[in-house]
Antibody
Framework: QEELQQWGARLVKSSETLSLNCAIY????????WAWIRQTPGKGLEWLGE???????NYNPSLKSRISISMDTSKNQFFLNLASMSAADTAIYYC???????????????????WGQGSPVDVSS | IQLTQSPSSLSASVGDRVTITCRAS??????LVWYQQRPGKVPKVLIF???TLQSGVPSRFSGSGSGMDFTLTINSLQPEDFATYYC?????????FGGGTKVEIK
């Protein structure tokens, strides 16, 4: 079983919302950041955003208000919603775990140690 | 923060020493990570905090630098090292990646 297992729609219509899920089988939400990253041949790897154990999110400003990341700690899952999809959003989407670097009582993401298997998403017009 | 990797691709032979550079658009101290991605696979962390080797990564991989200029060196390139390498900065949001360097067999 994969440490992070992701699933969701593979084909999304233009202007609709992409929804992806990621189940955590390695550790728990504690002490990590949980991220979504996508990859395209043209733009390479792009960090989309993250959520931490407290539910605090950080998003890539390039996605403006289209992105939402949430979590369900009871199910050990976190989720990506990306609204108003267009052809430019066609990519492989990955969920990922980032280890934390601690500064006193605060922490920041440090590096990605686990990736989901990837979800190819195509946007149709 | 933009990360510019060079070269974008290179050809090398088994046993060669390979150097890949990553330049940041502003000072990121040592908050730099290197990943390797083999074809059809997910990226794998090689080095974090500029020069700390991830557990299990062969010692022929090394990283150096600080501020804006960073280097990934592969000593004695092995067949399994032919892949694409990415740098990532974790100094500030949004976290960003370099464009990648593809290492191909000469």
């Amino acid at each position: 079983q994969e440490e992070l297992q992701q699933w969701g729609a593979r084909l999304v219509k233009s202007s609709e919302t992409l929804s992806l899920n990621c189940a955590i089988y390695v550790g728990s939400f504690s002490d990590h950041f949980w991220a979504w990253i996508r990859q395209t041949p043209g733009k390479g790897l792009e960090w989309l955003g993250e959520i931490n154990e407290s539910g605090k999110t950080n998003y890539n400003p390039s996605l403006k208000s289209r992105i939402s990341i949430s979590m369900d700690t009871s199910k050990n899952q976190f989720f990506l919603n990306l609204a108003s999809m267009s052809a430019a959003d066609t990519a492989i989407y990955y969920c990922a775990r980032m280890k934390s670097l601690h500064f006193g009582v605060s922490s920041v993401p440090y590096y990605i140690d686990y990736w989901g298997q990837g979800s190819p998403v195509d946007v149709s017009s | 923060i933009q990360l510019t990797q060079s070269p974008s691709s290179l050809s090398a032979s088994v046993g060669d020493r390979v150097t890949i550079t990553c330049r940041a658009s502003q000072d990121i101290s040592t908050y730099l990570v290197w990943y390797q991605q083999r074809p059809g696979k997910v990226p794998k962390v090689l080095i974090f905090s500029t020069s700390t080797l991830q557990s299990g990564v062969p010692s022929r991989f090394s990283g150096s630098g600080s501020g804006m200029d960073f280097t990934l060196t592969i000593n004695s390139l092995q067949p399994e090292d032919f892949a694409t390498y990415y740098c990532q900065q974790v100094k500030s949001y949004p976290l960003t990646f370099g464009g990648g360097t593809k290492v191909e067999i000469k």
